[in-house]
């Protein structure tokens, strides 16, 4: 049977809790969203969907997420007559889960660093969350920063051009996002797997002949169901 996709990438997304990494995520593969704060978290002791309720999150007990803290969703877009199945990792903004997050960084080919516009702390964070991806992600990592919530415009502590001056600063392209309006979410996101498609283009070129580089081996993962980390099968969409 004819493959569906050519390529297979990973992306993920990071930032703050409550940013709306999740939203942003499912208005994507499922135009859906939802007003409720779900954080993500560990599954092993949360269910299916890995998700619970954040607004008591202290509440929240450590033991048994120790897995825990990453979803992922997948979907299939094509770009230069390129059929690239993404592979996109939603991990949890809260501090306790970033030892488990970070070991995600690794095998990402794309990263979306994610602020809220009506949050000016969340984007002060962006700092942070760039050298944790300069130290954890591979060389050469793609990177895309987003202002979401930009619905949110009586709630603005994050200037237009402050996201643009900071995304200049890093070298990024940059969006203003709404995963409520569906601003700019199919092109924030295919901008950054044009941007994985162009960093590895080489051996996407080699792909057409050979199946023995990182691209082909995130295909067979997939395949054989075996896809590294604790969600590996497709989720309800919870943001
Ligand atoms: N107005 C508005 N609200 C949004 C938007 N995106 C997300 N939200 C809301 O923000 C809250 C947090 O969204 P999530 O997607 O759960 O945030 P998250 O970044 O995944 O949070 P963690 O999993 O805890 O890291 C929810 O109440 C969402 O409904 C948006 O574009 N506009």
Same mark, same amino acid.
């Given at each position: ?9 990973? *992306? &993920? ?11 942003? %995520? ?16 560990? =599954? ?15 509440? *929240? ?16 877009? /094509? ?27 690794? !095998?990402?080919?794309?990263?979306? %660093? ?13 700092? =942070? ?6 130290? #954890? ?18 709630? !603005?502590?994050?200037?237009? /051009? ?5 995304? =200049?600063? #890093?070298?990024?392209?940059? #969006?203003?996002?709404?995963?409520? +309006? ?9 901008? *950054?797997?044009?941007?994985? %498609? ?18 082909? &081996? ?17 989720? +309800?969409?919870?943001?």
């Amino acid at each position: 049977m004819a493959k569906q996709y050519d390529v297979l990438f990973r *992306l &993920l997304l990071i930032g703050d809790s409550g940013v709306g990494k999740t939203c942003l %995520l499912c208005r994507f593969t499922d135009n859906e969203f939802h007003s409720s704060h779900i954080s993500t978290i560990g =599954k092993l002791s949360q269910g299916p969907t890995g998700k619970q309720e954040t607004k008591h999150a202290s509440q *929240l007990s450590a033991p048994g997420i120790s897995a825990g803290g990453v979803d992922f969703k997948m979907k299939t877009i /094509e770009v230069d007559g390129i059929k690239v199945r993404i592979q996109i990792w939603d991990t949890a903004g809260q501090e306790r889960y970033q030892t488990i997050t970070k070991q995600y960084y690794r !095998r990402a080919q794309g990263i979306f %660093l994610v602020y809220d516009i009506s949050s000016e702390r969340s984007y002060q964070h962006i700092m =942070k969350w760039v050298s944790d991806v300069d130290e #954890y992600a591979p060389e050469g990592v793609q990177k895309i920063l987003i202002g979401n919530k930009a619905d949110e415009e009586q709630k !603005r502590q994050v200037g237009r /051009e402050q996201g643009q001056q900071l995304a =200049k600063e #890093y070298g990024m392209d940059f #969006y203003e996002t709404s995963a409520c +309006t569906n601003l700019n979410i199919k092109e924030s996101f295919t901008r *950054l797997t044009e941007l994985v %498609l162009q960093a590895h283009r080489k051996e996407l070129d080699g792909l057409q002949t050979h199946a023995s580089n990182e691209l082909a &081996l995130a295909e067979l993962e997939e395949e054989d169901g075996k896809a590294e980390g604790p969600a590996n099968s497709s989720k +309800t969409c919870w943001c």
